[in-house]
């Protein structure tokens, strides 16, 4: 990730992309940031972005911990050996 320093801080480096939205979600982006106080479409829409990577981060996260849980039990159940043999109950 490049960076840049302005007036002594560090700042990431953008790009500008062309972006086409329809209307109708134009207008909810509006009510978003007039509602939410964001001081831009721009912001808002930044800010939708890194959330949107951070939630697919966590479910990756999540996915990757029950993933390995599976593995952890099924090495448990590859090595559990009974130590007598089962006895049917009596009745």
Do not use: W
Not at 31 to 49: D, K, N, T
Not at 52 to 72: D, F, G, N, P
């Amino acid at each position: 990730m490049r960076r840049a320093r302005v007036f002594g801080c560090e700042r990431m480096r953008t790009e500008q992309i062309l972006l086409k939205i329809p209307e109708n979600l134009l207008k909810k982006i509006d009510e978003f940031v007039l509602r939410e106080g964001y001081a831009s479409r721009q912001e808002f829409i930044r800010e939708a972005i890194r959330e949107r990577i951070r939630s697919t981060a966590r479910v990756e996260l999540v996915e990757e911990e029950i993933h390995a849980r599976r593995r952890r039990i099924s090495a448990e159940k590859l090595q559990f050996t009974p130590t007598s043999p089962v006895q049917p109950p009596e009745g």
